[in-house]
């Protein structure tokens, strides 16, 4: 109650104001999300082709064949059974490829968190006029990390894996090569993202993600402080992690190893998890360990894994709203940095133009005693300084 009773009156009603427009967003996704499957499940079996199958689970034929673990050219009217495909086979697939289906409800609450901590970190999370000696109190962790919660229970166990921005890249990429009916009909989810991130810096995914929500809950564990701390040199995982969005295109394209349509994300997908579907074992693996070092490290999967974390990155110097440094009151006593997880603030302070991954955790935006750093629009002014 300390931080609400010093929000002033016009903070309290965009309070009241931003929770009802993102409870009118998700109820507008709610309501144009289709209700109920109308008619029975179609039923597959050996003796169908992949021309006969592919089409009824809103795949392609290269797609199909893939996920079959067939060539991309292989003949796409013969019988699977003739192709050496087994029953179990193809009905572990179809459940996959139908595990992979989208709700559009989620992107509804994908907009209405990223709102919400929009709001909260450009106009609610400092009370106004707060003086400096009460910094601590603003941008309370509590709202975060309630964030977060409804990002892995609801965008995560409750809706399922698809959406999420990791496959919205993925899937671009795959439709390039074929392994979807529509390239346009993936570019759309992966551009929705990519302007989600653009919005608020990397918001998406500092805020909505549920892959990234679980790690960062994991990391904020107050009994594990003292395992944590140290950062991961950015240049190392951002050269793992770019270096394996290019590995993952020269396998698509076929470039490296002579056949297309091999997607390494594919073999270690985390947000399988929220579907409990971990159809190789690989996945199990990346899971678990992802997990386990978020621990003591911040974000591993999104630092080092993630293609969109990459592509975000650098999307983050187009971000309309984000961290921001008065360079006249800065003295670069290194609070913000010690406090940073990703080494983000370090580097915003010192001006780098490829600054580290900045998830707009709002750690930094309290800890400066000359009140030198604040989040709000890239090219408008800062925000009135707090009194002594």
């Given at each position: 109650?300390?931080?609400?009773s010093?929000?002033?009156?016009?903070?309290?009603?965009?309070?009241?104001?931003?929770?009802?427009?993102?409870?009118?967003?998700?109820?507008?996704?709610?309501?144009?999300?289709?209700?109920?499957?109308?008619g029975?499940?179609?039923?597959?079996?050996?003796?169908?082709?992949?021309?006969?199958i592919?089409?009824?689970?809103?795949?392609?034929?290269?797609?199909?064949?893939?996920?079959?673990?067939?060539?991309?050219?292989?003949?796409?009217?013969?019988?699977?059974?003739?192709?050496?495909?087994?029953?179990?086979?193809?009905?572990?697939?179809?459940?996959?490829?139908?595990?992979?289906?989208?709700?559009?409800?989620?992107?509804?609450?994908?907009?209405?968190?990223?709102?919400?901590?929009?709001?909260?970190?450009?106009?609610?999370?400092?009370?106004d006029?707060?003086?400096?000696?009460?910094?601590?109190?603003?941008y309370?962790r509590?709202?975060?990390?309630?964030?977060?919660?409804?990002?892995?229970?609801?965008?995560?166990?409750?809706?399922?894996?698809?959406?999420?921005?990791?496959?919205?890249?993925?899937?671009?990429?795959?439709?390039?090569?074929?392994?979807?009916?529509?390239?346009?009909?993936?570019?759309?989810?992966?551009?929705?993202?990519?302007?989600?991130?653009?919005?608020?810096?990397?918001?998406?995914?500092?805020?909505?993600?549920?892959?990234?929500?679980?790690?960062?809950?994991?990391?904020?564990?107050?009994?594990?402080?003292?395992?944590?701390?140290?950062?991961?040199?950015?240049?190392?995982?951002?050269?793992?992690?770019?270096?394996?969005?290019?590995?993952?295109?020269?396998?698509?394209?076929g470039?490296?190893?002579?056949?297309?349509?091999?997607?390494?994300?594919?073999?270690?997908?985390?947000?399988?998890?929220?579907?409990?579907?971990?159809?190789?074992?690989?996945?199990?693996?990346?899971?678990?360990?992802?997990?386990?070092?978020?621990?003591?490290?911040?974000?591993?999967?999104?630092?080092?894994?993630?293609?969109?974390?990459f592509?975000?990155?650098?999307?983050?110097?187009?971000?309309?709203?984000?961290?921001?440094?008065?360079?006249?009151?800065?003295?670069?006593?290194?609070?913000?940095?010690?406090?940073?997880?990703?080494?983000?603030?370090?580097?915003?302070?010192?001006?780098?133009?490829?600054?580290?991954?900045?998830?707009?955790?709002?750690?930094?935006?309290?800890?400066?005693?000359?009140?030198?750093?604040?989040?709000?629009?890239?090219?408008?002014?800062?925000f009135?300084?707090?009194?002594?």
């Amino acid at each position: 109650m300390s931080y609400l009773s010093r929000l002033s009156k016009t903070q309290r009603l965009r309070l009241v104001g931003t929770l009802v427009v993102a409870a009118a967003i998700v109820m507008l996704g709610w309501s144009r999300e289709p209700k109920g499957d109308n008619g029975a499940i179609a039923q597959f079996d050996t003796t169908m082709s992949i021309r006969d199958i592919a089409p009824k689970l809103g795949s392609t034929g290269k797609s199909l064949a893939r996920d079959l673990g067939l060539p991309l050219d292989v003949p796409k009217k013969k019988p699977l059974a003739k192709l050496g495909i087994k029953q179990k086979k193809l009905d572990r697939v179809v459940g996959h490829v139908r595990g992979h289906k989208e709700t559009q409800l989620k992107y509804y609450v994908f907009a209405a968190l990223v709102l919400f901590g929009l709001v909260f970190l450009v106009r609610l999370g400092r009370p106004d006029g707060a003086p400096i000696a009460d910094r601590k109190l603003w941008y309370p962790r509590a709202v975060y990390i309630a964030a977060l919660v409804v990002a892995v229970v609801v965008c995560g166990f409750m809706l399922g894996k698809s959406p999420n921005p990791m496959e919205g890249t993925v899937k671009t990429f795959k439709a390039m090569v074929g392994l979807y009916p529509s390239v346009w009909g993936k570019v759309v989810p992966f551009l929705f993202f990519l302007v989600l991130a653009i919005v608020g810096n990397k918001l998406v995914c500092g805020w909505a993600c549920p892959f990234g929500a679980l790690q960062e809950l994991l990391y904020s564990l107050p009994s594990l402080d003292g395992i944590r701390r140290r950062k991961v040199p950015f240049w190392l995982s951002n050269t793992i992690r770019g270096g394996l969005v290019v590995l993952t295109l020269l396998f698509l394209f076929g470039v490296l190893g002579g056949k297309k349509g091999f997607v390494i994300y594919h073999y270690i997908n985390p947000f399988n998890l929220f579907n409990l579907d971990f159809d190789h074992l690989s996945i199990l693996v990346a899971v678990v360990v992802s997990l386990v070092l978020a621990l003591a490290i911040y974000r591993p999967f999104c630092q080092f894994i993630c293609p969109f974390g990459f592509i975000s990155w650098i999307a983050e110097r187009f971000s309309i709203t984000r961290v921001r440094v008065d360079r006249q009151l800065c003295n670069k006593c290194g609070a913000c940095d010690r406090v940073c997880p990703s080494g983000a603030a370090g580097d915003i302070v010192e001006g780098k133009l490829f600054a580290a991954d900045c998830y707009s955790c709002a750690r930094c935006l309290n800890v400066c005693p000359h009140d030198a750093i604040d989040y709000g629009f890239a090219l408008g002014k800062p925000f009135p300084k707090a009194a002594d």
